[in-house]
């Protein structure tokens, strides 16, 4: 059976390359360079005068869009330069006094670990729960982990290097059950999974555009559920985080009961042009397209390279991942350097060749993927 690619005109890189590091960066849409082009264009002839002629206003319905994406209110939206900040701003309001415990995966993207990681100065434990086989963490690992002394749970939606998705709504139940709070790193979820934050109930989310948002780098979000804003006081924020920071006033740092109060200063604002235009090839395709193409081409290569004697690092199941596609190699950087050579643009990872199609991509690229795959792949050694 073939399937050809949704939208291949809108991403002229398709016209030369068979691009598979979808989850790393997805490419520029045709759409979004016009919007840098606007962006260009008005800094170019307004100057500052375009803060208040065109982009506070973007600003704010990027905002909404972003929380309709994530069935947010706009309130409950603060924006950020990405993820590791957003994290930072959940870290710097928690009160560790009675509860000095944050739980993470051990596969967890770095990030999720590093920012509680750099506050053991003030007391905050880091317990890592155990992936049995670096794919997954099973329920049972974080129900063990979370206890009265869990101040939070900061965990992906989906493993970067497995693409596995984990049962947001479960952890959430989990933590609550024992006082804490669930923050969710969602980079690799979001514009590839249907997801609503109300209905899985997370107290906090952080994600960014560039991935499968398909705006670009330089923009995260944080949603913070509308009763936490108030009680929270963030110690890491900036001057766009006050109610009104036009006042300019040095001397008073009064907090909107908003999520906004999560803020920090002067956000990019070329990402601000290029995120809507991604965000409205997410809305043109549709959520659910987009999760039954990333379903029906991560399996052909699943089923392909299990069939050439691959081991795979991610589930077998197009149900219980993203389009991640993981192959174990010893030496993936030489493998992801011959399949560039053959067109095929992918990613390495420790130990891992990592490929991720997209909507866009067809089932001609991911066979011709498996061709250039079969003659790299290295027999186990025989005990
Ligand atoms: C799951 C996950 N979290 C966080 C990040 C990094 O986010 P940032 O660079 O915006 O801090 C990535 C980037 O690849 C990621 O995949």
Redesign the pocket.
């Known amino acids: 059976m073939t399937d050809g690619g949704l939208l291949r005109d809108e991403f002229p890189i398709t016209a030369r390359l068979n691009y598979l590091n979808n989850c790393?960066l997805t490419p520029m849409a045709r759409r979004v360079r016009r919007a840098l082009d606007e962006y260009a264009t008005l800094w170019s002839e307004w100057g500052g005068r375009a803060w208040y002629s065109h982009w506070m206003a973007e600003l704010e319905a990027l905002r909404t869009d972003l929380a309709g994406v994530l069935g947010a209110d706009a309130d409950e939206i603060a924006l950020q330069p990405?993820?590791?900040t957003a994290l930072v701003a959940v870290a710097s309001a928690i009160d560790y006094a009675k509860r000095d415990t944050v739980v993470v995966a051990d596969i967890d993207?770095p990030?999720?670990g590093h920012v509680f990681l750099a506050r053991a100065h003030e007391g905050v434990k880091v317990r890592f729960v155990h992936s049995p086989d670096g794919i997954g963490v099973p329920l049972e690992g974080f129900a063990e982990a979370i206890d009265e002394r869990t101040a939070l749970v900061c965990t992906?939606h989906v493993i970067?290097s497995s693409g596995y998705i984990q049962d947001v709504a479960a952890l959430a139940r989990l933590a609550h059950e024992k006082g804490a709070l669930l923050l969710v790193?969602a980079?690799?979820s979001i514009g590839a999974v249907p997801f609503d934050v109300h209905a899985a109930d997370v107290d906090f989310l952080a994600g960014?555009t560039l991935k499968w948002l398909m705006g670009g780098p330089g923009l995260?979000f944080l949603y913070v559920r509308r009763d936490l804003s108030p009680r929270l006081r963030p110690t890491a924020l900036g001057w766009w985080a006050v109610r009104d920071p036009f006042s300019f006033d040095v001397t008073r740092l009064d907090l909107p009961e908003t999520a906004r109060r999560f803020e920090y200063g002067t956000p990019s604002v070329a990402a601000i042009y290029a995120a809507p235009a991604g965000l409205s090839l997410l809305d043109e395709v549709g959520i659910d397209t987009v999760r039954d193409r990333h379903m029906r081409l991560s399996q052909r290569l699943v089923d392909g390279a299990l069939e050439q004697g691959w081991t795979i690092r991610c589930p077998r199941d197009a149900a219980e991942r993203t389009p991640i596609v993981t192959l174990e190699h010893p030496d993936p950087a030489a493998a992801v350097s011959a399949l560039r050579a053959g067109g095929v643009i992918c990613d390495n990872r420790p130990g891992l060749i990592r490929l991720s199609p997209h909507y866009f991509n067809t089932s001609e690229e991911m066979d011709r993927t498996l061709e250039l795959l079969a003659p790299l792949r290295v027999a186990p050694a025989i005990a």
Do not use: I, K, P, R
């Open positions: 790393s990405g993820v590791s993207f990030t999720d992906g970067y790193d980079y690799q960014g995260g």
